[in-house]
């Protein structure tokens, strides 16, 4: 809303695969059929393809592919649109997506195009945010400030609370009453300043990034044992291993067996990706080196009985 009041535009572009909430509006920007259950969308939407390296839709490789993925948002602009584009949203790490991480120079090359067309860019933080990914936001990664940015999650460490920043100009734009009867609620306000406070004192976005590094090294050396592994992808303490049968297909079954049998051992994971193929590994930011070996041990164990 802010976007189109502030442009006075109202078309968006948002990424395949990617997921933005359970309003209207947000919903219809989700690129997920399981999670678009509003049979009537909000028109004026276009979706590009997402930064998928290890299944890109133009069969090409990272650098060569010269950032083809983000290229073809120009065309959409161009083809697609009535040219009056408020603003294109994405999520750094798509998360419910597959751990979709794009390569560098990807979100350059994209602001450059949505500057090129005066579009504003809303990064999506819900997932990433506040140092899962080893830096307090995903975005970071990227060398890219947006224009507008959402946050929730792990702001209140398990207390409901949601929020946005952007630059002044664009949130001076909306004067008309914003008051909801739990909006800024002091208890999920003091929950959301302790948590800060926490994150700060005891590093944790360093420590998500020293631990996300130990736990890739270890799911690397799985797969090198395991082809059943295709890739592996993320930042920090949000990554995701694809499990794949050997003609690259969706291993989905074989991921079903092995959350089973994980949980079985007191493990939990998350199961994304559109055909529910990556095994998501996002363990609190306050995990140890022993908790680590003790999840990859247990891993390897039922890799090697996964037929």
Not at 11 to 24: A, M, N, V, W, Y
Not at 94 to 119: A, C, S
Not at 165 to 184: H, M, Q, V
Not at 193 to 212: F, M, Q, S, Y
């Amino acid at each position: 809303m802010l976007a189109s009041i502030y442009t006075g535009k109202q078309e968006f572009i948002s990424l395949r695969q990617g997921l933005h909430g359970r309003t209207k509006l947000t919903m219809s920007l989700t690129g997920l059929s399981m999670w678009r259950t509003d049979t009537n969308p909000v028109g004026g939407i276009n979706f590009a393809p997402n930064a998928y390296c290890y299944r890109c839709p133009y069969g090409k490789r990272h650098p060569e592919c010269d950032l083809a993925c983000a290229n073809e948002i120009e065309a959409i602009i161009k083809t697609a649109t009535s040219g009056q584009v408020a603003a294109f949203i994405a999520e750094p790490i798509q998360g419910n997506g597959g751990i979709i991480t794009p390569p560098p120079g990807y979100f350059k090359r994209v602001q450059e195009i949505l500057n090129k067309y005066n579009i504003l860019l809303i990064i999506d933080e819900v997932q990433t945010g506040f140092g899962r990914t080893g830096k307090m936001f995903a975005i970071e990664h990227y060398g890219v400030e947006p224009d507008i940015m959402t946050m929730a999650k792990a702001l209140g460490n398990g207390v409901p609370v949601g929020a946005f920043t952007s630059r002044p100009e664009i949130a001076d734009t909306y004067t008309r009453p914003g008051a909801s009867t739990l909006g800024g609620n002091p208890v999920t306000s003091a929950a959301a300043l302790a948590t800060l406070d926490v994150i700060a004192k005891n590093n944790l976005p360093a420590r998500a990034a020293e631990l996300g590094e130990y736990l890739k090294h270890g799911l690397t050396e799985l797969q090198k044992k395991h082809p059943l592994i295709g890739d592996i992808r993320g930042h920090g303490l949000m990554l995701g291993a694809e499990l794949v049968n050997p003609d690259k297909s969706p291993a989905a079954r074989q991921l079903d067996t092995i959350l089973e049998q994980m949980k079985d051992r007191g493990f939990l994971f998350g199961k994304n990706g559109p055909e529910r193929n990556v095994m998501a590994f996002q363990p609190p930011l306050v995990i140890t080196r022993e908790d680590l070996d003790n999840l990859l041990n247990n891993l390897a164990d039922v890799l090697a009985h996964i037929a």
